[in-house]
Nanobody
Framework: QVQLVESGGGSVQAGGSLRLSCAAS????????MGWYRQAPGKQRELVAR???????TYADSVKGRFTISRDNAKNTVYLQMNSLEPEDTAVYYC??????????????WGQGTQVTVSS
């Protein structure tokens, strides 16, 4: 069993910053990729940022230059540093991981979600 636990959401004024964390735990063999998605009310869930095992990163155009994804392999944790936040960034942010378990099964796992609210 693999779990992803997020933390760090909250409310901030436009222009402010937040850092999200997502820790993977359980029967981990290999973390292949981890990322952050978000879903605003009435909208589809969308990719925000992703980092693969080799370290390459991908960002949504809307967050490039403002958000940074990073990881701590020793802690099995991925971070999303969000700067220059805009009201349009308001959403529930979900951690996502493509993880191989100790049973050598690879699956996609999701965290429970954390609310980010940016006021103007």
């Amino acid at each position: 069993q693999v779990q992803l636990v997020e933390s760090g959401g909250g409310s901030v004024q436009a222009g402010g910053s937040l850092r999200l964390s997502c820790a993977a735990s359980g029967s981990l063999f290999r973390i292949n990729a981890m990322g952050w998605y978000r879903q605003a009310p009435g909208k589809q869930r969308e990719l925000v940022a992703r980092i693969i095992s080799g370290g390459s990163t991908t960002y949504a155009d809307s967050v490039k230059g403002r958000f940074t994804i990073s990881r701590d392999n020793a802690k099995n944790t991925v971070y999303l540093q969000m700067n220059s936040l805009e009201p349009e960034d308001t959403a529930v942010y979900y951690c996502n991981g493509a993880i191989t378990s100790t049973a050598r099964a690879t699956s996609v796992y999701w965290g429970q979600g954390t609310q980010v609210t940016v006021s103007s």
